[in-house]
């Protein structure tokens, strides 16, 4: 597991990276927030983490979230779930979850607008958009989301407040068409949804190209932890 003293240092160069490429771009950076992504690291490294500031933290898994959020409870965290959702462990995710970033299917929106009026909350959700059109990436195609935000407005207990996207992986510079096509989507869609404005995108690989195409939510693991542990 990765030392304190190196965790301290990776955290400062993302947030000067951050700050970077914002000031770039004339974007004030505190229009930024860095979620942590800590999927199939240990609870060690999350006290770790809060210990020296950090309390955005993303995990993808329902199971796991659950459980860390169990073992950090009554730690001051903002949980952000950014996986794929299984609608029977919307359950684990809703209790937990500040947002939801990874929404595309409405039988997924129906299952949290449930599970929040039984715990008694307004969900904040962000809708996955498939800018590339790649067919393993998972997602709405960019031309049906308005239809989505259509239909999705006979759910009192969610409250959709933005895009999220993944970019191929590529070279960072030629990451920029996706997201800016997600900024441009989200400008679009604002002027008859006024709540659709955060853009969750960016990852260890891009962030400084997202950054300045205007993401509002970057979500980085490798570039704070270290590699992952590689799933079977
Ligand atoms: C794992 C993951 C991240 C973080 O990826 P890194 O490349 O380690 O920064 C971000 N977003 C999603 C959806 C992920 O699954």
Request: glycine share 6%; hydrophobic share 40%.
């Amino acid at each position: 597991m990765i030392t304190e003293e190196e965790l301290r240092k990776n955290y400062e160069d993302v947030l000067n990276n951050i700050k970077a490429h914002a000031q770039k771009v004339g974007r004030d950076y505190s229009d930024i927030k860095l979620v942590a992504v800590t999927k199939t690291h240990p609870i060690e490294l999350l006290n770790l983490a809060v210990k020296i500031g950090i309390r955005t933290f993303g995990e993808n898994y329902a199971q796991e979230l659950r459980d860390k959020a169990k073992a950090l409870e009554g730690v001051d965290i903002e949980w952000h779930f950014i996986g794929r959702i299984q609608t029977n462990k919307v359950k684990y995710i809703v209790p937990v979850a500040k947002m939801i970033h990874s929404v595309y299917r409405f039988e997924e929106l129906e299952e949290i607008d449930k599970g929040a009026k039984k715990v008694g909350k307004i969900q904040d959700i962000l809708l996955e958009v498939n800018v590339s059109g790649e067919e393993t990436k998972a997602g709405l195609q960019p031309e049906q989301v308005k239809d989505f935000l259509v239909s999705a407005t006979r759910f009192t207990n969610v409250k959709i407040v933005g895009l999220m996207t993944m970019a191929p992986y590529v070279e960072p510079e030629n990451a920029r068409p996706y997201f800016r096509k997600l900024r441009i989507l989200r400008d679009e869609l604002k002027v008859d949804f006024p709540d659709i404005v955060e853009l969750s995108m960016g990852m260890t690989n891009d962030y400084t190209v997202a950054v300045e195409e205007g993401s509002t939510i970057v979500r980085i693991g490798t570039a704070l932890f270290g590699e992952r542990k590689k799933l079977k």
